[in-house]
């Protein structure tokens, strides 16, 4: 247990639905992320979100659209999704905005398919 | 940040020392090496990080050369639950940009 947690651990969805990713941090962080991690391909950073206000967006196709309502909570909300977007989605938390402090803390994911 | 080679794969038998290389020969003076590492089908976990100092702690210990070019993550008593991909990543302390993980080291634990 990490203190944060991601919900739901699978899913499975066509390419027409719309679904959300939920991420919660129990640590009193203020930075929050979204990984995505493909098949036998490293981590790829999507979305850092500091203080609520989104800082960086690796160029992430505009149907991943996320959410950060506080700094507890985290959403990434899914909508004409592609087959090859199937991947294990990240959410991490860290105590300083920016990265400085690069004690990251991972939820366990969401492996997500797209039929 | 400076880049990272680690080897693709690594076996070590259950109870004995795992010594999972790291290679940063471009690291500069303020950059620092951290070690996550990822089971299965679960998030990445931090396991340690140093300057130019040995590390240790309830996990691991971290071995840095005096010329800070490598390093070597120990991990004294391998169990199957070690088994993990290991990555090694180099980067300074307060820097901007959030961490970048590579391919990382596939540590299988052997009974």
Redesign the interface.
């Known amino acids: 247990e990490?203190g944060?947690t991601q919900t739901p651990r699978h899913l499975v969805m066509g390419m027409t639905n719309k679904k959300s990713l939920k991420c919660e941090q129990h640590l009193g962080h203020n930075a929050m992320?979204w990984y995505k991690q493909s098949a036998k391909k490293?981590?790829e950073?999507m979305f850092?979100y500091n203080f609520k206000e989104q800082t960086?967006n690796n160029s992430v196709p505009s149907r991943f659209s996320p959410e950060c309502p506080n700094s507890s909570h985290l959403f990434l909300h899914l909508h004409t999704l592609q087959p090859e977007d199937s991947a294990?989605y990240?959410?991490?938390s860290s105590q300083s905005p920016?990265?400085?402090n690069?004690?990251?803390?991972?939820?366990?994911?969401t492996?997500l398919s797209v039929l | 940040d400076a880049k990272t080679t680690q080897p693709t794969s690594m076996d070590c038998a259950e109870g004995r020392a795992a010594n999972l290389p790291c290679n940063h020969s471009t690291i500069s003076g303020n950059e620092?090496v951290?070690w996550?590492r990822q089971i299965h089908?679960?998030?990445?976990?931090?396991i340690i990080?140093g300057l130019k100092n040995n590390e240790t702690n309830e996990m691991a210990s971290l071995i840095i050369t005096e010329d800070r070019k490598s390093s070597t993550l120990i991990l004294p008593h391998a169990t199957l639950r070690d088994t993990a991909v290991y990555y090694c990543?180099v980067?300074v302390?307060?820097?901007?940009?959030?961490?970048?993980?590579?391919?990382?080291t596939r540590l299988s634990v052997i009974a």
């Open positions: 990490t944060v992320y490293p981590l950073l850092v960086e294990l990240l959410c991490a920016q990265g400085r690069e004690k990251l803390f991972f939820g366990s994911g492996q | 620092y951290y996550y089908s679960q998030g990445p976990q931090y990080h990543i980067r302390h307060s820097g901007n940009t959030p961490l970048v993980f590579g391919k990382g």
